[in-house]
């Protein structure tokens, strides 16, 4: 039975790189079989509406073809509570980070294989995060990365990942520790940290580990504490989180649990590269929530 894909594009992801490969995707998809409805998206609105209507129709598959935050309107769309949802979720990657693609082993540099997967993939569930009624692929970010988030958001240049690295850089020269009161599957802690990152995948800001040990299909939450250090130590760790070699620090701690809730002054929450908004938020493990299409 050929399956019955509904393709949302995002015209102006990694800066009009994906309509200049629409052609070749729908056309891999077509050679797989498949029976495809392209949907060109005028605006973030439009675009979750447009999913919305595709799953509500039946579609087998939700091919989303941009960035993280296509694909974050993606999993939305697609996700179910009681696991039951008929469309899984494709993914195309054709933006900037392209986290949610790398941190499940879909190449993010190959678009087109990418659409192999989505046609002729494995149907797996996935779990998720959810928080302020939301799901969340990757990583909630909370503390010096959520502000290069914010920096890296508004900023024009350079392309694709080293804007992360160029935002980062930028952000360490005004940067102190953060106070946080964290409950952790019911412990409190009140404590100062440069950051606070949960996960449900392992991978953010255009490739970097910062839970290089999570695990989608667990049914926990990785956590990843990186305690007050000086600017400098921050600094030497950032090139670390490429391969995850930073956590074997003595400042990095990693937890995993079911629930999170966190909170103090100032701080804001940015999850798959989207803005969640300020703490006091809860954070919990969505088990088997979402269906993807993954490389068997």
Sequence with gaps: MNRRISLVVNPTAGRGRAPKLLAAVEARLRAAGAQVETLATTSYDDAATQMAAAVAS????????GGDGMMHLGLNACADPGGQSRTALGMIPAGT?????????????????????????????????????????????????AQVNARANAMPWPKGSLRYTVAALVELGGFAPLTYRLTLDGEVREQQAMLVAIGNTTTYGGGMRICPQADPTDGFLDVTVIHPV????????LPQMRSGRFARDRCVEQ????????????????????????????????PAVVPVMLPG
């Design 230 to 237: 000086n600017r400098l130590k921050l600094l030497q760790l």
């Design 58 to 65: 039946g579609t087998d598959v939700l091919a989303v073809m």
């Design 97 to 145: 980070g392209n986290d949610l693609c790398r941190g499940l082993g879909i190449d993010p540099g190959s678009p087109l294989a990418a659409a192999g997967v989505a046609a002729t993939g494995q149907r797996q569930l996935l779990d998720l995060i959810r928080v302020a009624d939301r799901y969340v692929g990757a990583v909630v970010a909370v503390g010096f990365d």
């Design 255 to 286: 937890l995993r649990v079911r629930r999170v809730s966190i909170e103090g002054p100032g701080l804001t929450a940015y999850g798959d590269g989207e803005l969640v908004g300020a703490t006091p938020l809860v954070i919990k493990v969505a």
